[in-house]
């Protein structure tokens, strides 16, 4: 019989912890391996052949030095559409936005600060079938 295997990689104050559940009645053996920043934070394996990626631009907006668009980039080896795009602006004035499966983008937001500043901007994207991935940079917001 064929078991079902579940890895979470989870990040708590920069430790990663590897946790596993395993169904079924097959003797699996699961090692956990180093997960390293760069994979934790832009891609997730999801099954044993999909992978999924998270990336964002940041552009002005005439309107408003204050005001930026946040667009994703999603990507999927499976070719799967983003569900769930949750942003945080670094402001802690943060959105997710649900999509349909068939909505083919693109996936952008726009926000407004209050404050000019460097901020952490992060995207996460969760695609159809439960693949997700996040990617965080900064975002220069200045009045100049």
């Known amino acids: 019989m064929i078991g079902l ?20 009645t097959s003797n699996i053996a699961v ?11 832009n891609t997730t394996v999801n099954s044993s052949t999909e992978t999924c990626q998270a990336n964002f631009e940041v552009s002005g907006e ?11 980039e999603p990507w ?9 795009i ?5 402001d802690g004035k943060d959105t997710c936005i649900q999509y349909s499966n068939t909505n083919p983008g693109p996936y952008a937001v726009t926000h407004h600060y209050l404050q000019p500043g460097v901020y952490e901007g992060c995207v996460r994207i969760v695609y159809e079938g439960g693949c997700e991935a996040t990617k965080c940079k900064s975002v220069y917001n200045n009045t100049r």
């Open 5 to 24: 295997i579940v890895l979470v990689a989870t990040k708590t104050n920069g430790q990663f912890n590897l946790q596993n559940s395993i169904s079924g």
């Open 31 to 41: 090692t956990p391996v180093a997960v390293t920043d760069e994979i934790a934070s």
């Open 62 to 72: 005439a309107s408003s030095p204050l005001t930026k668009k946040f667009t994703a």
């Open 76 to 84: 999927n080896s499976e070719q799967k559409r983003p569900v769930y």
């Open 86 to 90: 949750c942003w945080k602006f670094g």
